[in-house]
């Protein structure tokens, strides 16, 4: 009698199993969305934007949050223009100005230039880079600095992006005081 119990529990629960899969209809799905997504490629079109190619431009006129404009273009008219018109907007400097300026050039500049702006930093010395100028032989001003830091110039790449504007009037200021000493 034990043995018919199970044979019947086993029939049902096959009978129950199998009913429950039907290939014809499958399940529902809730949040079809989430199981299917919709993918899109890199650069393709699309209507969620107005005319369909590109995404929604910023106004003009506009700039990016953080940015300062520069009105100096980066050529050789442009490092003069700077030379003979640009001027700190630093009134006055503190000794944790200083010490902050002190601190950036030895990060960013002493490398090449050297820690006294002789021109002998450990780049030179090690024979990596040649031709870097010292601050004593330079016809420099503050403005003239703070315009090859914002660009480059020659060998010398743009700090634009490692340093803000405020930052690079502070270096632009120590490399004034250097040349000075020298």
């Known amino acids: 009698m034990k043995s018919l119990y199970k044979i019947t529990f086993l029939i049902c629960i096959t009978i129950l199993v199998s009913s429950c899969h039907n290939n014809s209809r499958p399940n529902y799905e809730y949040m079809p969305n989430m199981y299917e997504p919709v993918s899109y490629e890199t650069y393709e079109e699309s209507s969620a934007f107005k005319n369909g190619k590109e995404g929604q431009l910023p106004p003009e006129g506009t700039i990016d949050r953080g940015f300062e404009p520069y009105e100096y273009e980066n050529s050789t008219a442009g490092y003069d223009l700077a030379k003979l018109n640009l001027k700190t907007p630093l009134d006055t400097i503190s000794e944790?100005?200083?010490?902050?300026s002190k601190e950036l050039y030895d990060i960013y500049c002493a490398i090449c230039h050297g820690t006294e702006g002789n021109g002998k930093g450990k780049l030179v010395t090690q024979g990596k880079y040649l031709g870097v100028p010292s601050y004593k032989d330079r016809v420099i001003n503050e403005?003239?600095?703070?315009?090859?830091?914002?660009?480059?110039?020659n060998s010398m790449g743009s700090y634009a992006n490692q340093l803000n504007s405020h930052e690079r009037w502070l270096v632009a200021t120590y490399v004034i005081n250097l040349k000075a000493k020298l």
């Not at 403005?143 to 110039?153: A, D």
């Open 143 to 153: 403005g003239s600095v703070f315009h090859v830091q914002t660009y480059g110039l």
């Open 96 to 100: 944790k100005d200083v010490e902050k």
